[in-house]
């Protein structure tokens, strides 16, 4: 894997998913695991911290991008998530805009920053 780099995983609604794939994302690991996970109104929170979760187990995924209205959905399992790589993006949806207060990756960078100001 580290002669291709790595991957982008994406879970997300129907339109986030299909304009990734449609950007070339789609990849099926040597298990036939995919790296996207469309969320509908069927999927239940537990298959979305599941599949979010063996994201970021996988040595082939570099970044999780993530809807933000999704991410509300398993916010502790996005803050319980300490390390860099692979690195946790939101990212707006079509019906749902972006708001940086509820992006716990966001605030913890701000803060980092922000006692760095007072050294």
Do not use: W
């Not at 990734?20 to 979305?48: M, Q, Y």
């Not at 946790?88 to 006692?115: N, Q, T, W």
């Amino acid at each position: 894997m580290s002669a291709r780099g790595k991957l982008i995983a994406v879970i997300g609604d129907e339109d986030t998913c299909t304009g990734f794939l449609l950007g070339g994302v789609g990849e099926l690991n040597k298990n036939r695991k995919p790296n996207f996970l469309v969320v509908e109104k069927e999927t239940s929170v537990a298959e979305i911290e599941e599949t979010f979760k063996s994201f970021l187990a996988r040595s082939d995924i570099g970044i999780v991008l993530i809807n933000q209205f999704i991410a509300e959905m398993i916010r502790h399992a996005i803050d319980g998530h300490l390390e860099s790589i692979p690195a946790v993006l939101e990212i707006p949806s079509k019906e749902h805009p972006y708001d940086a207060s509820k992006d716990s990756i966001l605030r913890r960078a701000r803060g980092m920053f922000c006692a760095e100001d007072f050294r």
